[in-house]
């Protein structure tokens, strides 16, 4: 049974920061690509960053770029998506996405709220 599990966020001020995780389980972690993808309410979603099978490729959108950094440990089975200076506007449901070829996993999202 393919699980992906995201735990980590919560509410943060303006300027903090957050550490996602998420835990695969049920196929060979180390065979996928990973990404993170966010939902704000009332929009689409969108993809944030992405890692390679092996880690040794990341890419990121433009909005993120120098704040959140996406890492991989295929030992632990997790990705991890590194969340700094946090911005109002990063407020939204973070998922965690498995994907090789043609099979696409996700998980169930956690919500990520910058307020103050």
């Known amino acids: 049974q393919v699980q992906l599990v995201e735990s980590g966020g919560g509410l943060v001020q303006p300027g903090g920061s957050l550490r996602l995780s998420c835990v695969a389980s049920?196929?060979?972690?180390?065979?996928?690509?990973m990404r993170w993808y966010r939902q704000a309410p009332g929009k689409e979603r969108e993809l944030v960053a992405a890692?390679?099978?092996?880690?040794?490729?990341?890419d990121y959108a433009d909005s993120v770029k120098g704040r959140l950094t996406i890492s991989r440990d295929n030992a632990k089975n997790t990705v991890y998506l590194q969340m700094n200076s946090l911005k109002p506007e990063d407020t939204a449901v973070y998922f965690c996405?498995?994907?090789?070829?043609?099979?696409?996993?996700w998980g169930q999202g956690t919500q990520v709220t910058v307020s103050s």
């Open positions: 996405n498995a994907v090789r070829i043609t099979e696409n996993y």
């Open positions: 049920g196929f060979t972690f180390s065979r996928y690509a």
């Open positions: 890692i390679s099978s092996a880690g040794d490729s990341k």
